[in-house]
């Protein structure tokens, strides 16, 4: 496409609608990209229906060439991301940039470029990227495992974006893995121990979650995710705001049984979260439910059956972490899951993540069940 690029600001209903559309034209053609709902994606970026814009600002760019949009990038600043200790990755100083798409590699520049520019206005000097937007939704460039559909809630990218991204200055931070595995095979025998082991000590309860106190039960899980994750790399607690959208968001795809909460002399200490994968009933609705695709998907929904479960969360208070229990809880939690995933929705594979490069005991749990890295995304750094 010849022509000049320009780059401007979005402004209203029909940038943004321009803005959402763009990946469909540009991966209309790549088998493993899974579009979105059109109307999720409207509501990410829209502040009257995104909770993480209470403590956050954003601004939306397009590139346009030839009277077409061939570029789109949000730079952003979490506020509460400021507070963190820079330790942990955010910190004083740190905005991000996200949502990025290009149609070749003279449109990438730019609109990068223009990004840094609106943070650096903002008195941001440096920044990480990509995180879309906030670190609970889709940090990371995916940079292994295109040869396959990402699972809900994971992204997708082209393979030349990695390559984009380090010829524009940017350098590697953190790595984020998923791990998947064949779930109609039973764990290894020692596996099988630790959990009949953990199934005999009086003090351990494993229990499903009971949807019909889903308000409780997700305070419950909130407390133990913001203690067992506080330490991590790229930690910002979710707030109210946020937990009001998660749970819109979750509760059709949530079922008892998929999760699970650890209790040790009866408190909470513990928790698994699984999700059966609606990238696979969403693949064919091409980004709408209409006009029959909300049918389609309610009836999914019923009862799913499904190929692919996926564990976005996972947590164990830190006063256990590293311990024996820790682990022991973790295997009872997804064997139990397991079993349900298979004799109750059909599936066959599992995906655990991500997790981060750094999490050993997390990592370590993964690979005890024999699983193995399917997917690697990347964040990088740069400073302003």
Same mark, same amino acid.
């Given at each position: 496409m010849t022509g000049s690029l320009t780059i401007r600001p979005v402004t209203g209903k029909r940038d943004r609608k321009a803005f959402i559309d763009l990946p469909f034209r540009l991966y209309k053609d790549d088998p493993n990209w899974v579009p979105p709902l059109k109307s999720e994606a409207m509501g990410l970026i829209d502040p009257a229906k995104n909770g993480w814009y209470s403590h956050a600002k954003a601004q939306l760019f397009v590139a346009e060439r030839g009277g077409q949009v061939v570029g789109r990038i949000s730079a952003h600043i979490d506020l509460l991301a400021l507070e963190m200790p820079a330790a942990q990755g955010f910190g004083p100083g740190t905005g991000q940039w996200g949502l990025m798409e290009a149609e070749d590699e003279t449109v990438f520049p730019a609109v990068v470029e223009r990004a840094e520019q609106w943070l650096r206005g903002e008195g941001m000097t440096r920044v990480l990227g990509p995180i879309s937007q906030s670190i609970w939704e889709d940090p990371g460039l995916l940079i292994k495992g295109y040869d396959h559909p990402p699972s809900v809630m994971m992204g997708h990218a082209k393979p030349e974006y990695r390559q984009w991204i380090e010829a524009a200055g940017y350098a590697p931070v953190k790595q984020l893995m998923t791990y998947e595995l064949d779930i109609t095979q039973e764990f290894p025998p020692i596996v099988q121990r630790i959990i009949k082991s953990g199934e005999k000590n009086p003090r351990i309860n494993v229990r499903p979650v009971d949807k019909s106190r889903?308000? !409780? %039960?997700?305070?419950?899980?909130?407390?133990?995710?913001?203690?067992?994750? *506080? $330490?991590?790399?790229?930690?910002? &607690?979710?707030? &109210? &705001?946020?937990?009001?959208?998660?749970? +819109?968001? =979750?509760?059709?795809?949530?079922?008892?049984?998929?999760?699970?909460?650890? %209790? #040790?002399?009866?408190?909470? #200490?513990?928790?698994?979260?699984?999700?059966? $994968?609606?990238?696979? &009933?969403?693949? @064919? =609705?091409?980004? *709408?439910?209409?006009?029959?695709?909300?049918?389609?998907?309610?009836?999914? =929904?019923?009862?799913?059956?499904?190929?692919?479960?996926? +564990?976005?969360?996972? @947590? +164990?208070?830190?006063?256990?972490? *590293?311990?024996?229990?820790?682990?022991?809880?973790?295997?009872?939690?997804? %064997?139990?899951?397991?079993?349900?995933?298979?004799?109750?929705? @059909?599936? *066959?594979?599992?995906?655990? @993540?991500?997790?981060?490069?750094?999490?050993?005991?997390?990592?370590?749990?993964?690979?005890?069940? !024999?699983?193995?890295?399917?997917?690697?995304?990347?964040?990088? %750094?740069?400073a302003l």
């Open positions: 889903f308000d !409780e %039960e997700a305070a419950i899980i909130l407390g133990i995710l913001n203690d067992a994750w *506080s $330490d991590n790399w790229g930690f910002v &607690p979710l707030t &109210p &705001p946020e937990i009001r959208d998660v749970g +819109v968001k =979750l509760k059709p795809i949530v079922f008892n049984d998929l999760i699970r909460i650890a %209790e #040790v002399d009866g408190a909470p #200490v513990a928790f698994m979260i699984t999700l059966p $994968d609606l990238n696979e &009933p969403l693949k @064919g =609705l091409k980004g *709408s439910l209409l006009p029959f695709g909300w049918a389609k998907l309610l009836l999914w =929904l019923r009862k799913p059956q499904v190929r692919t479960m996926r +564990v976005p969360l996972m @947590g +164990v208070v830190k006063s256990l972490q *590293s311990s024996r229990m820790a682990s022991q809880l973790a295997f009872m939690m997804i %064997e139990y899951i397991r079993r349900a995933a298979v004799q109750d929705y @059909g599936a *066959s594979r599992g995906e655990i @993540g991500w997790i981060l490069d750094d999490n050993q005991g997390m990592r370590s749990i993964a690979e005890t069940i !024999e699983s193995h890295v399917n997917k690697v995304y990347q964040v990088y %750094e740069k």
